[in-house]
């Protein structure tokens, strides 16, 4: 059982930046590809961002390539997501999310295990 605790969301506006962060503990944290999603109110949840178990590799929704970043540490058990240059349709729930399979195909059927999620506010 793995279990996953985000940090880092808030208030912020248009424009600006934040960093997420979400920690890991419980499980083989380099044997996951990890990943990142968000639910906007009325709004199904949506892949943002994945990263492979090694790092190496990485994958974006088009909506957010070039202004976000995921990245890893298997060290620490944690991965993070930098946003930059946040649009009022970045607003939403924000959570971690572990998968055993690969980060290419990673979705929300395919994931294994989430966090409880933390909010994000981008004011215009």
């Known amino acids: 059982q793995v279990q996953l605790v985000e940090s880092g969301g808030g208030l912020v506006q248009a424009g600006g930046s934040l960093r997420l962060s979400c920690a890991a503990s419980?499980?083989?944290?380099?044997?996951?590809?990890m990943g990142w999603f968000r639910q906007a109110p009325g709004k199904e949840r949506e892949f943002v961002a994945a990263?492979?178990?090694?790092?190496?590799?990485?994958y974006y929704a088009d909506s957010v390539k070039g202004r976000f970043t995921i990245s890893r540490d298997n060290a620490k058990n944690t991965v993070d997501l930098r946003m930059n240059s946040l649009k009022t349709e970045d607003t939403g729930v924000y959570y971690c999310?572990?998968?055993?399979?690969?980060?290419?195909?990673?979705?929300?059927?395919?994931?294994?295990?989430w966090g409880q999620g933390t909010q994000v506010t981008v004011s215009s």
């Open positions: 999310a572990a998968d055993r399979g690969t980060a290419r195909a990673m979705g929300v059927a395919s994931v294994d295990y």
């Open positions: 419980g499980g083989i944290f380099s044997s996951y590809a």
């Open positions: 990263i492979s178990w090694s790092g190496v590799s990485t």
